[in-house]
């Protein structure tokens, strides 16, 4: 027997493909609980094997293809910004799965026992967006302006500039001056044209060093045909273009009188207003009487409503989300009905996964909380991999009574290089269920997959 | 009349991007990618990207109106920003 809470509230678009489902078993009567029934030869036991081990708040990243044991699951959502001063991003995110039984769905929900379409439609608001950053980005020019004059004027005197050097400058100015000095004392037998074009140009940057960007356009232009190497430090060179920050850790002196009072703060927030419909459906045998028709197959279809408000908070490396939720659920406890044939003293079985009862949908209130620390260490043993951690807890209560918690502590790696296309790790999750029945269950995921999105 | 195409990747939480002045609404296409088109007349425009993540992430955006392209590349600051600053772009007749 397998139970299936339909749509878990919350928990939703992957962002990682698990490749392998590592079933501990059920652990009896951890926690003080009762213990339980093993589950039937239907089960595929452990915890509720859902499509995700990521932050049930976010809606993941894109499209994903899921495969486990009981089926395969696809995912894909997207989200967009939009300019208003308080409602600026919108997001959508969709579902769809195979079941056990081969059913082709093309509606799924968060498991594969019984398919069913679930969405997510929200409107939120990003303090990303709507944080002030024209001050920030004005002070980064003048830092890069700065960055591209000293590069020019080192590239056409023909020096380099070590690193000591770069982390003591304040300003192109002694550059400049330098490079001039550099050019005026060239030998006699240097090619006079050269010289007096290089001369010219670094007397254009020494006339600009007041606002360098005026003059960018201008010497990048001449640089052209001037000089190859110089020209290689304008943007449309086609070069890479190193970024503010990164520029900051060369030029601290720079970096430290120009951008640095007018640096963003670190601490974000988003929140999110959700409307997530699902539409379930499960085979079932009718129960008249108390006695299931086991021979007469039925199929029980629903379009279950609920709303979410997810808030999340980001600091450094930290990420805290909260979801609460409120909607329609419903229990699916799917059984083995086999059609057996006798012939003699041989038997055969067709089996085929249906619920015994018809589902009965109820109101569900259940709450999410997700923490995650990425990178959770930058020593130098961690150059070409970053570990991760995440902590997400899940508490699910249904008017009807009950309550399902669940705890997840998704560890992974991921390369440096790629910190959120590939990450590699390990989910373990615990699940303490009291309704339909008293169970307690640990699993462990093996998973591949995009980095856990912490919350949106 | 010619198209801008911008594109960003390796970028966990948040991006935007301020063109001559005014923000401009990018689509989140998955995996930390960003990406927003829109066209533009010949002339001479100011940009920027601020990307937001986690600390030390890889990031990297090109601007580009098919004839001249700027890349640009970093690591998020330990307080998970970066930006490629007011950078001037040319879109040629």
Known sequence: ?456 | MAQMDITITGVARDAKLTWSGVMKSLSKTGGGNYSASFPVQPGKYVYSIVVFGAPEDAWTAKVTDGKTTHNHAGHMSPAGFDTTGDTSFTVAP
């Not at chain 1, 000293?150 to 056409?156: D, E, H, S, T």
């Not at chain 1, 997530?276 to 299931?292: E, H, I, K, Q």
């Not at chain 1, 590699?424 to 997959?449: A, C, R």
Request: charge should be neutral; hydrophobic fraction near 40%.
């Open chain 1, 1 to 456: 027997m397998k139970s299936k809470q339909f749509p878990r509230i919350g928990e939703f678009l992957s962002t990682g493909a698990i490749l392998g489902l590592l079933t501990m078993g059920p652990l009896q009567g951890a926690l003080g609980a009762a213990p339980t029934t093993p589950a039937d030869s239907g089960s595929t036991g452990g915890a509720d094997a859902t499509q995700n081990f990521v932050s049930p708040l976010g809606l993941g990243s894109g499209a994903t293809i899921s495969v486990t044991q009981k089926g395969v699951s696809a995912t894909a959502s997207v989200e967009s910004q939009f300019v208003s001063p308080w409602v600026n991003y919108w997001q959508l995110g969709l579902s769809g799965t195979t079941n056990t039984n081969g059913q082709a769905a093309v509606y799924s929900s968060t498991d594969t026992g019984a398919p069913g379409f679930k969405g997510k439609l929200g409107i939120g608001r990003s303090s990303f967006l709507a944080t002030d950053t024209h001050l920030y980005t004005a002070a980064a020019g003048k830092l890069k302006a700065e960055v591209w004059c000293i590069n020019v004027a080192a590239k056409l005197a023909g020096f380099n500039i070590s690193q000591f050097d770069a982390a003591q400058l304040t300003s192109c100015r002694p550059i400049v001056e330098r490079a001039i000095a550099v050019v005026q004392a060239l030998p006699s037998g240097a090619d006079p044209k050269t010289t007096a074009t290089t001369l010219a140009l670094l007397q254009e940057l020494q006339q600009g060093l007041a606002d360098e960007s005026a003059i960018e356009d201008a010497v990048c232009n001449k640089l052209k045909t001037a000089s190859t190497a110089a020209y290689s430090a304008c943007p449309d060179s086609g070069a890479v273009d190193i970024s503010v920050e990164d520029l900051g850790r060369i030029y601290s002196n720079i970096y430290a009188r120009i951008v640095r009072p007018t640096a963003l703060p670190a601490l974000y927030y988003k929140i999110s207003f959700n409307y997530s419909p699902s539409l379930v459906s499960t085979d079932y045998r009718a129960v008249t009487n108390g006695v299931a028709n086991l021979a007469t197959n039925s199929h029980w279809s629903s379009l279950l409503n609920a709303f979410a408000v997810d808030g999340s908070l980001y600091y450094k490396a930290w990420s805290f989300g909260l979801e609460a939720a409120y909607g329609k659920t419903v229990n699916i406890v799917e059984q083995n009905v086999c059609n057996t044939t006798t012939s003699g003293t041989f038997t055969a079985q067709q089996c085929k996964n249906a619920m015994i009862g018809k589902p009965n949908p109820a109101n569900t209130a259940s709450a999410t909380g997700a923490i995650s620390f990425t990178p959770a260490s930058n020593a130098a043993a961690t150059r070409l991999f970053r570990p991760g951690l995440e902590l997400v807890a899940y508490f699910e209560h249904p008017d009807s009574g009950g309550h399902k918690t669940q705890l997840s502590l998704p560890l992974y790696m991921a390369p440096i290089s790629a910190p959120l296309k590939f990450v590699i790790g390990l989910q373990p999750m615990w699940t303490w269920t009291t309704e339909p029945k008293q169970t307690n269950d640990f699993s462990v995921f093996l998973f591949v997959g995009a980095r856990p999105s912490v919350p949106n």
